[in-house]
């Protein structure tokens, strides 16, 4: 069964892993909390309309440093 608690939000460094950037990014969509997630645009290396996608299916985000944010 699925669980109805929502993640707590948290702040993560990819550390240039275009995994862990798209999976936290996923996984906030389920925080009632920000996530913070450092190095995210390393997920351009395998998806590089990722963070354009994920705001039009649904998800926030912001960048900091950005015109976007």
């Known amino acids: 069964q699925g669980r ?7 702040e993560v460094n990819c550390f ?4 862990i950037a798209m999976a936290f990014a996923v ?5 009632e909390r920000p996530v913070t997630v450092c190095g ?5 290396k ?4 990722f963070f354009d996608e994920y705001e ?3 998800g926030r985000l912001s960048i900091e440093g950005s015109a976007r944010a």
């Open 4 to 10: 109805e608690e929502l993640l707590g939000g948290a």
């Open 16 to 19: 240039g892993d275009h995994r």
């Open 27 to 31: 996984a906030a969509t389920a925080s």
């Open 40 to 44: 995210a645009e390393c997920a351009s």
């Open 46 to 49: 395998s998806y590089e309309t």
């Open 56 to 58: 039009r299916l649904g």
